[in-house]
């Protein structure tokens, strides 16, 4: 077997890069791509997944495609964060508390910090990321609260980011599920350390062991079983455990020795962003190294902005914020990204330079927009004549804002529904949100967690467009899912009743024949349909009107009897002796999509 080529390229590359490395006509590659439902350009880029599919398409079987390793972004924010000079202090652990929804992570954080958070979330679950601060022994920890509902995946990993030890809370009367094994994922991805708080031991269903069991089958291994993952019984509801808990955190955080700089400018990243009243941009940050003051000029992806007023996660002015600490300013000209790198720059001349170069980028990138292989997947099964289902989303944070995104993309239709999002933003319904969805045929404006303004609402009503406002993300996924399914076609489904062999035919007109034979299988009654079956090929379709046993109605005929039936058709139909009957049920069944 001949040796295969081995193409290396990074995460994405150019249309002409690939024609280019595996020595093909670009237009060739344009071609294919084409045949796939994607008009590309020569400049445009696709990812290592669907150059890998486009591979497989052209049948290139000697040629193998390898991805250089490189530094994404949340790689470089964890090598970053561990990469100090010989200045550097020690700081505060940062410690992102994650789990299955309902295992008791948002109520460990107000047992720990003395508060209630839970309740001012609806549906009692977490739906953003929210940044605290407790004291142990005299120490500092950060704490981060991540979202536990399966929607907000995306929330979950950016808070692993973030990380340096991650508390994986399991409830000891359910064991390991499905948010339990992503948390774990997530945190191995970040190099996080892990800490297993095996919750409400106060129950009487709560079996620490298995949870143990659990864990270990999945590569974390017990402490208490000779293996190197520490594991703490605790009960949120009642406090027990909870100091040894922070004890066993603490002690994990110190042997990595965590330091940054001080006396360096600042930097860190974007945890949520808002518009409010009054106030404009609100930005939550967590701060990486050096100092952060009030009056400071800061970068962040596409936008800048001058430090107007500096608060702590209890709401307390601070005339500076070093490492590890979760801070909410306000100044921004616009909102940043969810996940957005900022920095402390020395003037607003450089943070204007500096965003204006970056918005130049976005643009650029948006005008040869990348192609992912899930999107070559989903264009390669899409049907020609699927149905479109057009959405706004607005939500009141970035963070939020990504997660309904990313949920709507990931619902399945099998390419028979087109989702299209036209807009998304951050802040309450508009009357130009209005006036966009009114624009476009059969919009829905989905909004979560922000308001409808009365006034609004009449024009909303006056051009006939409908708005849906949701609290609880799952609510408005569900929501989104039952539109797309009253856009599918639906199934047609047959059910086989039973058969018959035609032993006789006593009358053949137009629309109806009388015949005779036995139930070779199931039963037979009026209103089923029927096939007619010669030497294993249909030759018509008809309707039992009526069935007979002993030349008295009955009402079914079962295996082994034999009777007389009259069967109606729309065309004339010469049935034989010989013939077979197969009995049927069709009905038309609206379809679901898979959860």
């Given amino acids: 077997m001949a040796q295969k080529k081995i193409v290396n390229i990074t995460d994405s590359i150019t249309v002409d890069e690939l024609a280019s490395a595996l020595n093909l006509p670009v237009t060739t590659l344009i071609g294919e791509l084409f045949k796939n439902g994607i008009v590309a350009t020569i400049n445009q880029r696709i990812d290592f997944e669907t150059a890998v599919i486009i591979v497989e398409e052209l049948g290139l079987e000697d040629v193998e495609l390898k991805k250089k390793e490189t530094n994404d972004v949340a790689t470089h924010r964890i090598n970053s964060r561990r990469q100090s000079s010989e200045d550097a202090e020690p700081r505060p652990p940062i410690v992102a508390v994650m789990g299955h929804v309902d295992h008791g992570k948002t109520t460990l954080l107000d047992t720990i910090l003395g508060t209630k958070t839970v309740s001012g979330e609806a549906g009692g679950i977490t739906q953003h990321i929210a940044a605290y601060q407790t004291k142990r022994n005299n120490r500092v920890l950060t704490l981060l609260d991540t979202p536990g509902h399966e929607a907000f995946a995306a929330l979950r990993q950016h808070g692993a980011t973030l990380t340096d030890v991650v508390v994986i809370v399991v409830a000891a009367d359910d064991g390991v599920k499905p948010q339990t094994i992503e948390a774990i994922r997530f945190a191995q991805n970040a190099n996080a350390k892990i800490v297993v708080a095996i919750n409400k031991m106060d129950k009487d269903t709560a079996d620490k062991n298995r949870v143990m ?23 949120a509801r009642t406090g027990e ?66 430090v107007r007023t500096l608060l702590d996660y209890n709401s307390s002015t601070l005339k500076k914020a070093g490492p590890s600490t979760p801070i909410t300013v306000t100044g921004f000209k616009e909102l940043p990204q969810f996940g957005d790198v900022f920095k402390v720059v020395k003037n607003e001349k450089i943070a204007r330079h500096i965003s204006e170069d970056s918005k130049i980028e976005a643009a650029q990138n948006a005008a040869t927009a990348n192609v992912t292989g899930a999107d070559l997947l989903k264009m390669m099964n899409q049907q020609y004549d699927a149905a479109d289902f057009n ?84 609510e408005l996924i569900d929501d989104a899912r039952a539109e797309m399914e009253k856009l599918l076609a639906p199934e047609v489904v047959e059910t086989e009743i039973g058969k018959l062999d035609v032993k006789g035919v006593f009358r053949t007109v137009k629309e109806e024949i009388i015949a005779g034979g036995e139930v070779t299988s199931g039963r037979v009654y009026a209103g089923l349909l029927a096939r007619v079956m010669r030497k294993k090929e249909q030759i018509a379709e008809m309707e039992v009107t009526s069935v007979q046993r002993q030349q008295q109605e009955a009402k079914d005929i079962l295996e082994g009897e034999m009777c007389g039936l009259s069967l109606k058709t729309n065309k004339k139909v010469q049935l034989e002796v010989g013939d077979k009957l197969e009995f049927f049920t069709r009905e038309i069944v609206e379809r679901k999509l898979k959860a």
Avoid at 213 to 235: C, H, Q, Y
Avoid at 439 to 463: C, Q
């Fill in 241 to 306: 455990g909870i100091d040894k808990l922070l004890d066993m955190v603490l002690l994990t955080a110190d042997m990595e020795e965590l330091k940054a700089d001080v006396n360096v400018p600042a930097e860190g990243l974007v945890i949520e962003s808002h518009m409010e009243t009054g106030k404009g941009s609100v930005v939550s940050l967590l701060v990486e190294q050096g100092q952060i003051k009030q009056g400071d000029f800061l970068v962040a992806g596409t936008t800048y902005g001058k």
């Fill in 391 to 474: 959405i706004l989303i607005k939500a009141d944070v970035q963070g939020s804002l990504t997660s309904v995104s990313d949920s709507l993309r990931m619902i399945e239709t099998n390419g028979e529904v087109n989702l299209h999002i036209i807009k998304t933003g951050v802040g309450n319904i508009s009357e130009n949100d209005i006036r966009i969805a009114a624009a476009s045929e059969n919009t829905i404006i989905y909004g979560f967690n922000v308001e409808l303004p009365a006034s609004i609402k009449k024009i909303a009503v006056r051009d006939r467009v409908e708005v849906r406002i949701y609290k609880i993300i799952y």
């Fill in 213 to 235: 069991a659990e864990l270990a089958e999945r590569g974390l291994n017990p402490e208490e079983w000779g293996g190197d993952v520490i594991m703490v019984p605790i009960s």
